[in-house]
């Protein structure tokens, strides 16, 4: 009941997910990133518990293949599961049970797998993989977006429209970007509309965030009060 993305950018390290149903929260339910490590999306009758568990073979050594079986063995619901990951290394796996509703299926490659079911056809993975490819110079969110933009004119989830969700990391235990659409008549629009506050906001804030290289991040409260200033916002801290 979903299509998604899940990508490495090897020149920046970063990891994503970007997906998109006809149901309610997917964001809360589908995609996984660890920093380092990689990104995965469990949908199709989700099980939450895949999610880290393939991440946690992965960080073992495992290739996605492997984490991938090895989350799903003990899972007796794993035929109503669709599940795939890539690695630091660029490495792809998915799995796509035999009672997944059709249209259900994959595209996969270095660095990137589109993977979807409950679709309206094929061509809905296949553009959306395709449009992915072919952005190669942009930013992965940007990029993501556009994929998922494109799959959605290519016929979506044969149900409709309600949700979607991006996830982005690179250097931190969290992600660097954490977007959700929970309920919305056109989740990708809206989406959109959220990554461009982003990108707009995070620049500024990504200076200041406590981070693995400087765990308390900005503490000078005269520089932060003058930024604050700057904005013609009236704010002090107490002293």
């Not at 998604?4 to 990133?33: L, N, Q, R």
């Not at 795939?84 to 299926?105: F, I, P, S, Y």
């Amino acid at each position: 009941m979903t299509w998604s993305i899940v990508a490495h950018d090897p020149a920046s390290g970063a990891f994503g997910v970007a997906v998109t149903t006809c149901a309610f929260a997917v964001g809360a339910s589908c995609p996984f990133v660890r920093s380092g490590v990689g990104a995965v999306s469990t949908q199709s009758m989700t099980n939450r518990y895949l999610g880290p568990a393939i991440l946690d073979g992965l960080e073992a050594g495992m290739a996605p293949a492997d984490a991938i079986a090895k989350a799903l063995d003990p899972d007796e619901g794993r035929h109503l599961r669709q599940v795939h990951a890539v690695d630091a290394k660029g490495r792809t796996a998915v799995w796509t049970g035999r009672n997944c509703v059709e249209w259900c299926g994959e595209m996969t490659g270095p660095h990137v797998s589109v993977a979807g079911n409950m679709l309206a056809g094929a061509p809905v993975v296949e553009t959306t993989f395709a449009t992915y490819a072919a952005g190669a110079t942009l930013d992965l969110p940007v990029r993501m977006m556009a994929a998922l933009d494109a799959g959605q004119a290519a016929g979506g989830d044969k149900r409709g429209r309600q949700s979607a969700a991006m996830l982005v990391t690179t250097t931190e235990d969290f992600p660097d970007l954490n977007i959700r659409v929970d309920d919305h008549a056109d989740p990708l629009a809206e989406l959109r509309r959220l990554l461009a506050i982003w990108q707009g906001s995070w620049p500024a804030r990504r200076g200041w965030a406590p981070s693995r290289a400087n765990p308390s991040g900005a503490a000078d409260m005269d520089a932060i009060e003058a930024a604050w200033i700057a904005q013609g916002l009236d704010l002090r801290f107490r002293r």
